[in-house]
């Protein structure tokens, strides 16, 4: 008798192995993983340069062979190529982008992205 019960019980061990046919999960067998937190921000998830004061300093692309110093009155000046004191104007930031708007009537655009500032000559980095 016991071999027969033995036989029975895996016989009913394989049957519920296989299911119903259906090939649908048994939804009181699935689990779902917890909702996970985002990650906080980290320093470099944050803008480096939130503002005019910011910029006070040199910044530089050596690529360009270009520099340009930001006062703390919102005055720059900018060497290009050996000459010093190419062009200056004013600067301005809002909503990520620089602007410079030189005596000679242009403005020039850029965009901040990290600890640079990224403009069609080049990409300004603090010196």
Known sequence: MTIATGLLA???????????????????????????????????????IESAEDLVGEWSDPAAEWTVTFSA???????????????TGTYEVEDGIVSLVGGDGNTDNGEIEGEGIVFRLGTLTRS
């Open 10 to 48: 895996a016989s009913g061990l394989l049957l519920s192995a296989c299911g119903t046919g259906d090939d649908q999960p048994d939804p009181s067998a699935t689990t779902t993983a917890p909702p996970t937190a985002a990650p906080a921000p980290t320093a470099s998830d944050e803008p480096a």
């Open 73 to 87: 009155d919102g005055t720059f000046s900018e060497d290009f190529q050996g000459n010093e004191g190419f062009r």
